[in-house]
C-alpha cells in the first residue's frame, strides 16, 4: 500500500458531519484513498493558528469543505489563506449535492470518490 498522506480538512463547524464522514468514508475497505486527518477537531482556546499552521505545514495537502457556511467561517477562510501562505496543495470539494458554493481562489470540485483520491494520489 501506498504511503498514507496527511491531509488537512478545512470546514465551517456547521459542516462537521460532512467532515466525519469524509473521513469515515476513507476509512472503508474499498476506499481508493486514505488520509490521516489533521483539522481541528474543537476551537483552540488560545494560539489557535499557530497550531492550525504546524498542521497544515506537516500536511501534504489541504482539502477544503464548501458550502454557504463557508462565506461566514472566519476558521475556515483563514485555514485556506495558511495553506495558500504554506503552499500546500488545495482542493475545494463541495459539502452538499444542493449547494455549489464558490469561494475566490479554491478549485472546487464535486464529492467523488475519484476527485478525492485523484487529488490525494497527486499529493
Known amino acids: 500500500m501506498a504511503e498514507k498522506k496527511i491531509v488537512f480538512v478545512a470546514f465551517a463547524v456547521e459542516d462537521v458531519r460532512q467532515r466525519d464522514f469524509l473521513k469515515g468514508q476513507s476509512l472503508g475497505p474499498r476506499s481508493p484513498y486514505e ?14 493558528k499557530d497550531k492550525v499552521r504546524t498542521r497544515i505545514r506537516r500536511s501534504h495537502g489541504v482539502i477544503a469543505l464548501v458550502s454557504k457556511n463557508s462565506l461566514t ?15 500546500k496543495p ?5 459539502a452538499y449535492s444542493d449547494d455549489r458554493t464558490a469561494l ?8 467523488s470518490d475519484s476527485n478525492i483520491s485523484g487529488f490525494i494520489d497527486g499529493l
Not at 488520509?35 to 489557535?48: L, N
Not at 485555514?79 to 495558500?84: G, L, R, S
Open 35 to 48: 488520509f490521516i486527518d489533521m483539522s481541528v477537531k474543537e476551537a483552540y482556546e488560545s494560539g489557535w
Open 73 to 87: 467561517s472566519e476558521g475556515q477562510k483563514w485555514e485556506i489563506q495558511c495553506a495558500k501562505e504554506e503552499g
Open 90 to 94: 488545495l482542493l475545494g470539494i463541495w
Open 104 to 111: 475566490v481562489g479554491v478549485r472546487t470540485v464535486a464529492w
